[in-house]
């Protein structure tokens, strides 16, 4: 199972259909707080519509206590900033994908301990970036299909 980490998001809409990617592969969908809206916000539940009944999800404090639900793991951060695009990494199904806000994206007291573990989502120099929903798709599916993994399982 692969967990996707979202990483102080601040839409809801975006979030619930990162749940419904999350369903659709299998993944543990991650909130790392602050968050921008409120777990029961109308918009995070009709993003992800009936699929958040089947989600598995957990909301944490901040970036500390993932760390300590989550040890000796080396995520893979999704960031501009990465000098790697993320069909050059070698994933592993119980990999940790993170990903930052819409608006900020991931802060370097993240980035500056993974040098090695940063990657980008190639795009045109005139789009400044991809939504956080399609950034999560494209990297997550990349991710299962190098892993072997279907709509319907391992």
């Known amino acids: 199972m692969f967990h996707i980490?979202?990483?102080?998001?601040?839409?809801?809409?975006?979030?619930?259909?990162?749940?419904?990617?999350?369903?659709?592969?299998?993944?543990?969908?991650?909130?790392?707080?602050?968050?921008?809206?409120?777990l029961d916000d109308r918009h995070l539940r009709r993003a992800g519509l009936d699929y958040?009944?089947?989600?598995?999800?957990?909301?944490?404090?901040?970036?500390?206590?993932?760390?300590?639900?989550m040890p000796g793991r080396h995520p893979w951060f999704f960031t501009k900033r990465a000098p790697r695009a993320y069909t050059e990494a070698a994933f592993a199904p119980d990999d940790v994908l993170v990903f930052g806000s819409e608006s900020q994206g991931l802060p370097l007291s993240l980035l500056?301990?993974?040098?090695d573990h940063r990657l980008r989502i190639?795009?045109?120099?005139?789009?400044?970036?991809?939504?956080?929903?399609?950034?999560?798709?494209?990297?997550?599916?990349?991710?299962?299909?190098?892993?072997?993994?279907?709509?319907?399982?391992r």
């Open 5 to 38: 980490v979202l990483y102080q998001p601040e839409i809801p809409d975006n979030a619930g259909n990162v749940g419904r990617t999350c369903v659709a592969l299998g993944a543990k969908l991650w909130l790392v707080r602050p968050l921008g809206f409120r």
């Open 52 to 69: 958040w009944q089947h989600l598995d999800w957990e909301a944490v404090d901040d970036w500390s206590a993932f760390e300590q639900r």
């Open 112 to 115: 500056d301990g993974s040098p």
């Open 122 to 153: 190639p795009m045109a120099a005139e789009a400044r970036s991809l939504n956080l929903a399609v950034s999560v798709a494209v990297a997550a599916f990349e991710a299962a299909r190098q892993c072997s993994i279907t709509a319907h399982g």
